[in-house]
């Protein structure tokens, strides 16, 4: 079993920053896929970022958040980072952090085989 926990998010003004963090726990999570999702009132949970568990850490990104996010993680402390910049009221939502026991990223809800509980982002106008 893996536990995630978020933590990081806040009450943002528009075009202002907030990093999110993600701390694994029970098993290591250096060889597993890693990502952020995120969701808004009343709609579906969507993927946001991931980074896959290669060294290289290859990253993948919804192109609603290319460019102003980015993902990175340190596997010696089984942690994983959303840096989000030039925040949007349209980034609004819980962000959650996804575990998958495979090679590349996954885009999927019905792929992840771990969440967290989320952490609540809320950018003002």
Same mark, same amino acid.
């Given at each position: 079993?893996?536990?995630?926990?978020?933590?990081? /998010?806040?009450?943002? %003004? @528009?075009? =202002?920053?907030? !990093?999110?963090?993600? &701390?694994?726990?029970?098993?290591?999570? +250096?060889?597993?896929?890693? /990502?952020?999702?995120? %969701? @808004?009132? =009343?709609?579906? !949970?969507?993927?946001? &970022?991931?980074?896959?568990?290669?060294? +290289?850490?290859?990253?993948?990104?919804?192109?609603?958040?290319?460019?102003?996010?980015?993902?990175?993680?340190?596997?010696?402390?089984?942690?994983?980072?959303?840096?989000?910049?030039?925040?949007?009221?349209?980034?609004?939502?819980?962000?959650?952090?996804?575990?998958?026991?495979?090679?590349?990223?996954?885009?999927?809800?019905?792929?992840?085989?771990?969440?967290?509980?989320?952490?609540?982002?809320?950018?003002?106008?």
């Amino acid at each position: 079993q893996v536990q995630l926990v978020e933590s990081g /998010g806040g009450l943002v %003004q @528009a075009g =202002g920053s907030l !990093r999110l963090s993600c &701390a694994a726990s029970g098993r290591t999570v +250096s060889s597993y896929a890693m /990502g952020w999702f995120r %969701q @808004a009132p =009343g709609k579906a !949970r969507e993927f946001v &970022a991931g980074i896959s568990w290669r060294r +290289s850490g290859s990253t993948y990104y919804a192109d609603s958040v290319k460019g102003r996010f980015a993902i990175s993680r340190d596997n010696a402390n089984d942690t994983v980072y959303l840096q989000m910049n030039s925040l949007k009221p349209e980034d609004t939502a819980v962000y959650y952090c996804a575990a998958t026991n495979t090679i590349m990223v996954v885009t999927t809800t019905a792929r992840v085989d771990y969440w967290g509980q989320g952490t609540r982002v809320t950018v003002s106008s």
